[in-house]
């Protein structure tokens, strides 16, 4: 008798709650923006919306719909091009969110559309000047003893 009431059964209601107040810290934690306009963010800079299709244990993504942008805040401009659909390899992605639909072009409101290769042109320039810093702050550091780690890859 006392063994029955010890082994409650959680109903399948109580479970879900639980579930969904527990933070999960793996892949499992995507599995809530499937079919949802998702944001993400790679390493080596390139920023991805479109909606998430599928992924698996190692985060590789597919997004469908999915736009590449590129924002130039200090000119206040911005540009995207159509990509369809994106296989993103799951070592590559720094940050992946939701995004909302609603307030998703509010930014956009006060910036400057460009065409892509402009934009594309003045990336890569901000790209090669950061780089640029970066060895020279490695270098300086380096003359204390200091190691910099920084990789051409980790652009974000």
Known sequence: MANDSKSKKITE???D???DQYNFTTTAA???SVDRKVFVLLRDGRMLFGVLRTFDQYANLILQHCVERIYLTKENQYSEESRGVFM???ENVVMLGEVDIDKEDAPLENMEF????DAQK???AQNENRFKLEVKKGR???RY???HEFHKSDMY
Do not use: F, H, T
């Not at 460009?114 to 290769?117: A, K, L, Y």
């Open 145 to 147: 003893g200091l190691i």
């Open 13 to 15: 209601g109580e479970a």
């Open 140 to 142: 300086e550091l380096a």
């Open 114 to 117: 460009i065409p892509w290769r």
């Open 30 to 32: 995507i599995v809530g």
């Open 17 to 19: 709650l639980y579930l």
């Open 88 to 90: 993103i390899r799951g």
């Open 122 to 124: 003045i990336r890569e």
